[in-house]
């Protein structure tokens, strides 16, 4: 039996309304063995009585509203969808709570830190300037290279990306492409950060507990759009549904 893996869409509004997602986030949770199951936004209510997924893989999308984290909008947030956050982070404090493995991309690494309690930087390029460039510019194919990321020695990623034992590897640093101008500023109690872009914005969370605590890893490049091409981004897919299957 395939894992069955929760992929929430995007609510589209803008033209005739309809649900998005982008096709890479299914292929590459297929390419995994998973079964990817898209689940549009309903109320938490709703959501409540639905049988748990194997895991949940929150996509990219837009900004999480800022009032979600305590935070002013400095004016620079982008796509605001109050529904869906609301939804995305009763969907995602359910399953922190409950114990479901949790590969989260992009938007989804930040929706995750904001469900956990954490905050975000608003926007890179007008609070640090001196970061290098976070986009990539629209003629660039999507799996662009744009900047390398440290992981920390010993922790989930840097075993997946390593292919093996990422403690006796030592940091490990490999490429990423990146689209996001916002990012993780204050990490939420019970995760801690595991990769860095050469800048110190923060690339990577997982769960601050033992190794045998639940598969919870947020990236904040693009990993579906590299993983037709690169077997360590492949694996990192395999990871999770491996733990979607009930793997540790
Ligand atoms: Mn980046």
Do not use: K
């Amino acid at each position: 039996m395939r894992p069955t893996i929760h992929i929430p869409v995007t609510s589209d509004r803008r033209r005739r309304p309809e649900f998005r997602l982008r096709a890479s986030y299914v292929r590459a949770v297929l390419g995994a063995g998973g079964a990817p199951l898209l689940v549009p936004p309903i109320p938490p209510a709703d959501a409540a009585g639905q049988p748990r997924p194997g895991g949940l893989l929150l996509p990219g999308g837009g900004d999480v509203a800022p009032s979600r984290y305590g935070a002013e909008d400095s004016g620079a947030v982008r796509l605001v969808d109050p529904e869906r956050d609301e939804w995305e982070i009763a969907l995602t404090r359910r399953a922190l709570e409950e114990g479901w493995p949790i590969l989260a991309i992009c938007r989804g690494i930040q929706l995750l830190n904001v469900a956990a309690g954490g905050t975000l930087i608003q926007d890179i390029p007008t609070e640090f300037p001196d970061a290098l460039c976070h986009a990539t510019p629209p003629d660039r194919p999507l799996h662009h290279d744009a900047h390398g990321v440290r992981l920390l020695a010993g922790s989930r990623l840097a075993c997946i990306y390593g292919a093996g034992d990422g403690a006796a590897l030592g940091d490990a640093s490999v490429r990423v492409n990146s689209r996001h101008h916002q990012a993780v500023r204050d990490v939420a109690p019970g995760l801690r950060p595991t990769a860095w872009a050469p800048d110190g914005i923060v690339e990577g969370l997982e769960t601050d507990g033992p190794s045998e605590s639940p598969f919870v890893v947020g990236v904040q490049w693009h990993p579906e759009d590299l993983a037709p091409r690169d077997g360590a981004t492949r694996a990192l897919f395999r990871a999770f549904v491996a733990a979607a299957g009930g793997a540790r």
